[in-house]
């Protein structure tokens, strides 16, 4: 049906509906603009999925900076506390043995303190090494994340919990963008 059949054969009844036609016709033309003019903003779309790709980025690199940093930790004091424990154990099985056959005991205790005292550096070692690596592969990431990125992780060690509170609103944010440009 044309806008025609819609108000009649004759066209407008005066020059106010003819007015009204005029402005509604225009409405309508500029929201077909605007539609059009967002579509083939391509430039602007790619720039708006780059800075959702560069937030991602910087959450994971300090998600992989945490985790990393909490597996160092972690695998040091295990290493540390298995060192203790058996320095512990060597130290009562020496003296035990200490007691019953007194000079073979002291030798004994002298090579489990030994044993206990290098697996201990050899544990704490490990757990450094396991660090170092940790810092390096930070690093490593936060040499290829972009400047402006690792500037935001800087901020973000210094006040987490805002930087926490917008991650989450872009997170919500990208999931709405995502939901809209799915239906379409």
Request: net charge positive; no cysteine; hydrophobic share 40%.
């Amino acid at each position: 049906m044309t806008d025609r059949t819609k108000h009649g054969a004759g066209g407008a009844k005066g020059p106010d509906e003819l007015r009204r036609q005029i402005e509604r016709t225009r409405s309508q033309l500029g929201d077909t603009v605007d539609q059009l003019a967002a579509r083939a903003d391509v430039k602007g779309r790619a720039m708006t999925r780059a800075a959702d790709l560069r937030d991602k980025a910087g959450a994971l690199t300090v998600q992989l900076r945490s985790s990393a940093a909490q597996a160092g930790h972690a695998v040091q004091g295990r290493a540390s506390r298995a060192g203790h424990a058996l320095q512990g154990r060597a130290g009562q099985a020496g003296h035990t043995l200490q007691g019953t056959a007194g000079r073979a005991g002291h030798t004994l205790q002298g090579r489990a303190g030994q044993v206990g005292h290098t697996l201990q550096g050899r544990a704490a070692q490990a757990g450094g090494t396991v660090q170092n690596k940790a810092a390096r592969a930070g690093r490593a990431v936060e040499q290829v994340t972009p400047q402006p990125v690792r500037t935001a992780v800087r901020a973000a060690r210094l006040h987490p919990r805002p930087v926490l509170v917008a991650g989450a609103a872009a997170v919500v944010a990208a999931m709405v963008v995502q939901r809209r440009r799915h239906r379409r």
